[in-house]
């Protein structure tokens, strides 16, 4: 299975949170929207099939959805397409959306060389105001969909700079790597899928803010819970410690994938992406410096080194420990980071015939 709808909030996390809060029944629709749109990712088929080759340069196209899920009557309110960008308008948030898919762009243009999620300008397209009151952001394989939450649970989605990140990463990683979307005892690639995700979703808020690894906060959502501003969704350097919601694990010692379905998350994709996010952070601690400009370099380069699509972590460890080797050195320091980080998570990278690297 190619990535369905990939929402920043994983239903069963909703439905937990819901539950708690005595509010089971207002969360089930979104829940079932979520189930709704599956079927639609999975009806549009590959990237590649569905969009033909891009522009010239950066294109970024912000509509008001009017608090529905027909894009076909949203209005076209803020964009960027021939080197002119429009002004900034009053809806405060689709200048967030905005600035996130500008930020996203750039981080991927200036650091990578990369053009847009295809590498051909592809046109960001994105939808504010999405159903009424939706606790949710998605991206569906063609568009962008923020909901302005409840006001209950989540206020608005459009916050949080690196949720956009986030999720035009899953367009990257479906072009370069195509990784399949579920976990299971033995396989892992939905979480490694979710990981790279918040990776470059936390690299494009860094770039934006001009921070260094050891200054940026490694949290993801950070703002969207209503109850705490300081709340987020996951934390890369303190895995289990973004909300009281947060049960990501650290060690993958703690691996126990669930049953492959929406409720369960497909296996435990979000849960997991922990052991990937941990060890991207202190790989980038490691080296110091700009996240992006090594240990991010890693990352990237990894999405196109041959990983299977259904990718267990130990073949994506041993795939971005090669690749750090390539760029810079078997044995170089990055690559002890790189080694030394896996090893802190419990991963031991799978054995691609890396040589040189003493601990």
């Not at 008001?64 to 803020?78: E, I, M, P």
């Not at 669930?258 to 409720?263: A, E, Q, R, V």
């Not at 990352?299 to 130990?314: A, F, N, V």
């Amino acid at each position: 299975m190619i990535c369905p709808t990939c929402n920043i909030i994983p239903s069963e996390l909703l439905y937990r949170i819901s539950k708690k809060k005595g509010i089971e029944a207002q969360i089930l629709r979104d829940i079932m929207v979520s189930e709704r749109l599956r079927a639609r990712r999975e009806v549009m088929g590959s990237l590649s099939a569905m969009f033909p080759a891009g522009g010239s340069g950066k294109q970024i196209y912000v509509f008001d959805a009017h608090n529905s899920d027909d894009t076909t009557t949203a209005t076209l309110v803020r964009k960027e397409a021939g080197g002119k960008e429009d002004p900034s308008v009053t809806d405060k948030t689709v200048n967030e959306v905005f600035d996130s898919l500008d930020a996203t762009y750039d981080l991927y243009s200036d650091a990578y060389k990369r053009k847009s999620i295809d590498n051909n300008n592809m046109p960001l397209n994105a939808y504010v105001h999405w159903m009424r009151q939706y606790n949710n952001a998605f991206w569906d394989g063609k568009e962008m969909c923020y909901g302005d939450g409840d006001q209950t649970i989540f206020t608005s989605f459009t916050s949080a700079i690196d949720i956009g990140g986030h999720e035009l990463t899953h367009g990257v990683t479906q072009y370069e790597a195509a990784l399949e979307y579920w976990c299971d005892e033995t396989h892992s690639p939905g979480a490694i899928n979710e990981s790279i995700s918040d990776v470059f979703g936390s690299l494009v808020k860094q770039y934006k803010l001009g921070q260094t690894a050891n200054k940026a906060d490694w949290l993801i959502g950070k703002g969207i819970f209503k109850e705490n501003p300081d709340w987020a969704l996951r934390s890369m350097k303190n895995p289990g410690t973004a909300s009281p919601y947060d049960d990501q694990p650290t060690n993958f010692s703690d691996y126990r994938p669930g049953p492959n379905d929406d409720m369960h998350d497909e296996g435990g994709v979000h849960k997991f992406s922990s052991f990937g996010n941990h060890a991207f952070y202190l790989v980038a601690n490691e080296i110091g410096g700009n996240a992006w400009e090594k240990a991010g370099l890693i990352w990237y380069k990894t999405l196109s080194s041959g990983l299977p699509t259904d990718s267990s972590y130990q073949i994506f460890a041993g795939h971005t420990l090669q690749v750090a080797g390539n760029l810079f050195g078997s044995g170089s320091d990055e690559q002890k980071a790189v080694l030394n980080a896996w090893d802190a998570v419990g991963i031991s990278a799978q054995d691609l015939s890396v040589k040189g690297i003493n601990k």
